[in-house]
């Protein structure tokens, strides 16, 4: 027999950028993460599926340099956190370490390599979306500065035809423009979302999701003036899936009434674009835009807790409404 000595195996190295060949491994990763995690949840049936390889790229694209990875000393993918920065709004997701590493530390390289990164980026807001019923997730990340906000419910609402719109109300797609109009509308996107929450920018969403045909951007326009618009997928988020809903990623309205005005012209559009429903990341701080999206018959679906870093809270606008989807 020969002795050999023991020795702690070498903690893996990062953050380095993640790039489109790495999504295989992104998937691996994600799929055991959130599995083990469901599992010690009590739910070991559930078996979490791989993220659609089309949403992984708008995901990393988005991130530009906040996408980044940790690998192992075989150079295998283990961790993963892709940081978005929207103007001087942040926020991180997905992020996972899988099993085999963690509670060593890297979560919180990881947690703490993205804080530094949207800081330097100048962000204002920082924050993530963790499941509710996880106190592991919310002690972790309570204990690295971020505090427990409001829930981020996931409302569907059923495909349907709509109404009339008000005299003078016009919707408009963005991927139905010529190219030359689809720029301004971009900049039209930008003015309004900084009138009602100053600082936020979805440009760079607007233009991936067209860039990508991953799905469009619905606007309305009252006497030729934006007032409302919506940044959605129609893509399967789930790979190998058929198209089941219309993602709602970021939503501008400058009235509850516009808001809802703006719902029924998406529900008409996910019905038309070849999907069941409408799916709708409804921040559960604007009440009274969740009340209406309930008296359309729609039906929570899903829950998570937003928590924001201390010091970077997340501001409510003084009128109107921005729901930002903290997850792809």
Known sequence: MVARAWRQPRLPSGPHPIRE?????????????????????????????????????????DAGRGAMLWRDDRSNVVAFNVAHLSGTEAWMGPLAVHPDYQAHGLGKSLVGSGIEYLKAGGAKVIGLETMPRTMDNIGFYS???????????????????????????????????????????????????????????FSREIRLTEELALGDTIMLYSAEKLVAFAVCHSVPLVEGRVREELRVLKLVALTDQLFDELVGVLSD????????RLAVRMQSAYTNAYRRLVNRGGKVRWSDLRMTLEGYPEPMPQGGIVLSNWEI
């Not at 009590?42 to 089309?54: D, E, K, M, S, T």
């Open 21 to 61: 060949v790495d999504i295989s491994r992104l998937n691996d990763v994600f799929s055991e993460a959130f599995t083990d995690r469901y599992r010690r949840d009590g739910l070991a049936g559930v078996r979490v599926p791989n993220l659609n390889p089309a949403v992984w790229k708008f995901a990393i694209a």
């Open 143 to 201: 204990s690295l500065g971020l505090n427990p906000g409001h829930l981020t419910l996931t409302v569907t609402i059923e495909g349907e035809f709509a109404a009339p719109l008000p005299t003078g109300v016009t919707a408009v797609r963005l991927g139905g423009l010529e190219p030359n109009e689809i720029e301004k509308s971009v900049g039209r996107c930008l003015e309004l979302t900084q009138s009602v929450l100053p600082g936020y920018d």
């Open 269 to 276: 559009h996910a019905r038309r674009s070849g999907t069941r």
